[in-house]
C-alpha cells in the first residue's frame, strides 16, 4: 500500500481544525445565493483566486470577511456537515472542531444560530457516519478580554455541546496573560483548555512558558517553538502535554512547514499530532497532511501510527462523553 493509501487510511482524530477555515468556494458560493448576498466574486474559480495571501495577517484579512454568508443555523449546519464527510475520507473517526462565535456575534448572527447549526452537524455525524465529533469554543485574542468573558457567560447554557475553549486570531500584542481570568473561569466550568501559540511569533517562547506555567493549558495549538528550550520541552513531555501542529499551514503562514520542529519533538517522545488548521484555504485536509509530512521528512509509516496514537491520546475523548454516543 503506497504512503498516501496509508496516512489516509490510519484512523485518528483531528485536534486543530476551525470549522471557519473549511469554507470551500463551493459552499461559499451557493451561501451567498441561498442569502442573496453579492459578492464581489461572479464564479467559484473567482472566489478560489481570492483565497490567496502570503502571512498570518493577509490570511486573516481574507479569512474574516468571507465569513459574511455564514448567518443562518442551516450554514453553520452545511458548513460542519461537509467537512465532518470530507474528513471521514480522510480516515478521521473523532473530530475536536475550533469555532469562532465572535468572528459571527460580533455582525449580528446570534450565537444561537452559530453553535446551533455546528451541534446538529456533530449529532449528525455520529448517526450517519459513525465519527464523532466535538466542539471547542475559541475566543478571538485581537477582541478585548471583557468581549470573551462575556462570550463564555453566552456559552454556558450549552455547555454540554461545548468540550473545551481556545484562543486563536492574530497573536501579535495580544498574549496568553491577557485572557488569564476568561480561562480561569473557563477551567472552573469544567472546561478543557488549550491556545494558539503560533509559529516565529515575536516573544513565541515566552508565550508558550505562560501558557504552560500560568495558564495551565491541556494542549497548546502549533507551539513548535517550544524547541527553542530544552528545559520546557522536557517540562512538556513528562506533563504529557499534546501539541497540535499543521505542516502545510505552517507552510503557508511561515516559509517552511517546521518538519525538523515536529519530527524533533516526535522522536523526544513529545505527543505531537498532525492537522489541517484551515483546509479550505491551505488545500489540505487532515491526512493530506500527515502525507506532506511524511514525504518532506521521510517519514516511516511506523511514525505516521505513532502521530495517529498521539492524536487519541491527547484527545479529549473521556468516558462520560463516549456514553453520551452510546
Ligand atoms: C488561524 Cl492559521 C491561523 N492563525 C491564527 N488564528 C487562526 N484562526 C484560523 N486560522
Ligand atoms: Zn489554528
Redo the contacts with the bound molecule.
Keep these: 500500500v503506497s504512503l498516501r493509501d496509508f496516512a489516509l487510511g490510519l484512523p485518528k482524530a483531528e485536534l486543530h481544525l ?1 470549522l ?2 473549511t469554507l470551500e468556494p463551493e459552499l461559499k458560493f451557493a451561501l451567498a445565493e441561498r442569502n442573496g448576498i453579492t459578492l464581489p466574486h461572479t464564479s467559484v474559480e473567482e472566489i478560489r483566486a481570492s483565497y490567496d495571501f502570503t502571512d ?1 495577517t493577509s ?2 484579512a481574507i ?1 474574516y470577511p468571507a465569513m459574511e454568508v455564514l448567518q443562518t443555523a442551516d450554514d453553520f449546519h452545511d458548513l460542519a456537515w461537509e467537512y465532518l464527510v470530507r474528513a471521514k475520507a480522510q480516515g478521521v473517526v473523532h473530530a475536536e472542531m475550533f469555532f ?1 462565535p465572535q468572528a459571527h456575534t460580533s455582525r449580528g448572527v446570534p450565537f444561537e444560530n452559530v453553535i446551533g447549526g455546528y451541534r446538529r452537524a456533530a449529532v449528525r455525524a455520529a448517526d450517519e457516519l459513525g465519527i464523532t465529533a466535538e466542539l471547542i469554543l475559541c475566543f478571538l485574542r485581537d477582541f478585548s478580554a471583557e468581549y470573551a468573558m462575556a462570550t463564555l457567560m453566552e456559552a454556558l447554557p450549552y455547555r454540554r455541546w461545548i468540550v473545551g475553549v481556545g484562543l ?4 501579535r500584542d495580544n498574549p496568553p496573560g491577557k485572557f488569564a481570568a476568561v480561562f480561569a473561569r473557563a477551567k472552573a466550568e469544567g472546561f478543557f483548555l488549550t491556545m ?1 501559540c ?1 509559529i516565529d511569533q515575536v516573544g513565541s517562547i515566552d508565550n508558550i512558558r505562560a501558557v504552560i506555567d500560568e495558564v495551565g493549558v491541556d494542549r497548546i495549538d502549533h507551539g513548535t517553538n517550544i524547541v527553542e528550550d530544552p528545559a520546557l520541552v522536557a517540562i512538556a513531555k513528562e506533563r504529557g502535554l499534546g501539541f497540535t501542529t499543521c505542516p502545510v ?1 505552517n507552510s503557508f ?1 511561515t516559509e517552511q512547514m517546521k518538519s525538523d520542529e515536529i519530527v524533533g519533538l516526535l522522536r523526544e517522545g513529545v505527543r505531537v499530532t498532525i492537522n489541517s ?2 483546509p479550505a484555504y491551505f488545500g489540505a485536509y487532515v491526512g493530506d497532511n500527515y502525507v506532506a509530512l511524511a514525504e518532506q521528512a521521510g517519514l516511516s509509516h511506523t511514525d505516521l501510527v505513532q502521530l495517529a496514537i498521539n492524536s487519541f491520546e491527547v484527545s479529549w475523548i473521556t468516558p462520560a462523553r463516549r456514553a453520551a454516543y452510546v
Aim: avoid cysteine; charge should be negative.
Design positions: 476551525h471557519e477555515g498570518l490570511f486573516l479569512y469562532d486563536d486570531s492574530d497573536e494558539h503560533d499551514s503562514v488548521d484551515d
